[in-house]
C-alpha cells in the first residue's frame, strides 16, 4: 500500500542526508520525496511517499520518530488531505498543432508557459493520475521532456458541525 507521510524538520544542512540515509541503509524505498521551507524559515517540510505494509510504515515511522531533527510526523494516508504534483511538460509543436495543444492544455487546466519556435511547454499541476492522463493524451506528439515535481501533501483544515439552537458560537473567545 502507498502511505504519504508528512514531517515538519529542523531547517538546517544535513538533515534530509539523515532521512535519505535512513531509507538507503534499511534498504526501504522511496518513490517521492519533496522538501520546501515553510512559513517559518527554521522550518521545513518533507512530504514522502514510500510502499510498504503496516508493518513496514510503521518501522519507518518510528525510525524517523527518532531522527533529532524531526519536529512532527503525520501519516496522512488515511487523512482528509490535499495532494498536489507538478508537471512540466515540453512537446514537439509545428504551427499547425499549436492550437489542438493549447485546448488539451486547457482541459487539463493546464497552462502554456513557453513557445518555441518548434515546441511549446506546459505547466499542470494536480493529481499523479491527472499529469498520467495529459501525458496519455500528448503521446500523440511527440513529447521532448518532462520534469515532475515529487507529491506535495497536507492535512485538510478541520470541518465544523452543524451547532445545535442556542449553543455558543466556537468563533467567540
Known amino acids: ?5 508528512s514531517l515538519l524538520v529542523e531547517n538546517h544542512q544535513g ?20 522538501v ?14 514510500c510502499q510498504g505494509d503496516d508493518a513496514v510504515i510503521e518501522q519507518i515511522k518510528k525510525q524517523l520518530n527518532k531522527l533529532i531533527d524531526v519536529i512532527k510526523l503525520i ?3 488515511a487523512l482528509p488531505s490535499v495532494h498536489r504534483e507538478l508537471a ?8 499547425a498543432e499549436r492550437g489542438e ?14 513557445v518555441g519556435y518548434d515546441s511549446m511547454m506546459l505547466e499542470v499541476t494536480g493529481a499523479g493520475q ?3 492522463d495529459l501525458l496519455a493524451i500528448l503521446s500523440t506528439y511527440t513529447i521532448l521532456e518532462v520534469a515532475r515535481s515529487g507529491l506535495v501533501s497536507i492535512e485538510r ?3 465544523l458541525k452543524k451547532q445545535a439552537k442556542g449553543a455558543e458560537s466556537p468563533w467567540k473567545p
Open 130 to 132: 491527472k499529469i498520467d
Open 88 to 95: 512540466l511538460i515540453k512537446v514537439q509543436a509545428s504551427s
Open 75 to 77: 501519516d496522512l494516508t
Open 15 to 34: 538533515v534530509l542526508v539523515r532521512i535519505a540515509g535512513l531509507f538507503s541503509g534499511r534498504a526501504y524505498n522511496l518513490e517521492s520525496l519533496t
Open 1 to 5: 500500500m502507498t502511505h504519504v507521510i
Open 157 to 159: 483544515g478541520k470541518k
Open 101 to 114: 495543444i493549447f485546448q488539451v492544455a486547457d482541459v487539463f487546466r493546464g497552462k502554456v508557459i513557453d
Open 36 to 49: 520546501g521551507v515553510t512559513n517559518d524559515p527554521q522550518v521545513s517540510r518533507i512530504t514522502l511517499v
